[in-house]
């Protein structure tokens, strides 16, 4: 075979579409039994994502000193909170890890110090929504997690390295919340917002639409009540990686939005 003929061979052959990047504003972990707004929004996304050949969550619910990323070829569903009915302990997500993904991905991520882990699985801020994006649970699954001790431009850049993933067929998903005050929730999900969460959350979908990422990365400056909506980073920070892992045309759409318990944005991206 001629060099000219391997090269229309190849170009005939079909390619692996790229894969949208997503975060998911994930909410009360309720979220997985419950049928309301978010989770019927949730499962009109899963129906039109592309299906991925494995999916790499980056959950606010996995901080550690340092990044790892999770390699066991099952990984557990871990009940990560207090408080709530049994039939939610009781619920699990048994979908197949990607252990071979998630070794390459190390590898590609020795500049950033990334290590294997075998002990974490999968944390409510990924299975919650899992459960409505992709019911079935036959798609493999694995976790990075979230290096505590890193600013957000750290993890905005590695963010950057793994955009790389949709060329392969694997879905990037952060969870998260732009807004997560804990500490103002109301025990209703329909109490109205408070002004400052909406403002924030207003003011992030602009610059979303803006592709303002130094706006969104310096998020404690992005509004006056950054500090009330961002008490901690934990649950925001999900979100730079996902950004981080969009390409420069992608547009960016919101499957979902709105403030649930008056303090906690349920609004998601999705870019392609």
């Known amino acids: 075979m001629t060099l000219a003929e391997f090269s229309h061979l190849t170009s005939t052959l079909p390619r692996t579409p790229r894969l949208p990047v997503i975060f998911i504003g994930h909410g009360s972990p309720l979220n997985a039994l419950e049928e309301n707004v978010w989770t019927r929004a949730w499962k009109t996304l899963g129906a039109t994502l592309p299906r991925p050949s494995a999916i790499l ?13 999770h390699t066991a070829p099952t990984p557990k569903t871990i009940h990560d909170f207090w408080g709530f009915p049994e039939a939610l302990y009781a619920f699990e997500y048994p979908c197949p890890g990607a252990p071979y993904e998630a070794g390459e991905l190390i590898t590609s991520l020795t500049s950033f110090g990334a290590q294997s882990d075998t002990n974490w699985g999968l944390d409510h801020g990924s299975w919650v929504v899992l459960h409505h994006l992709f019911p079935a649970a036959d798609i493999p699954v694995f976790q990075m997690s979230i290096d505590i001790s890193k600013p957000p431009t750290y993890h905005y850049e590695l963010g950057k390295k793994l955009g790389i993933l949709r060329d392969q067929g694997i879905l990037i998903m952060g969870s998260g919340n732009l807004v997560h005050n804990l500490g103002r929730i109301q025990s209703s999900p329909g109490a109205p917002a408070y002004d ?32 009330l909506c961002v008490p901690t980073p934990d ?11 969009r390409n420069t045309g992608d547009l960016p759409s919101f499957p979902t939005e709105g403030i649930a318990h008056a303090s906690i944005s349920m609004r998601a991206v999705r870019w392609d």
């Open 196 to 227: 400052w969460a909406t403002e924030f959350d207003t003011v992030a979908r602009a610059h979303i639409l803006a592709g303002d990422d130094r706006a969104l990365i310096a998020y404690e400056t992005m509004h006056p009540g950054a500090l």
């Open 57 to 69: 969550c980056i959950s606010a619910h996995w901080f550690t000193e340092g990044t790892y990323i």
């Open 235 to 245: 649950h925001y920070i999900p979100f730079l990686y996902t950004l981080g892992a």
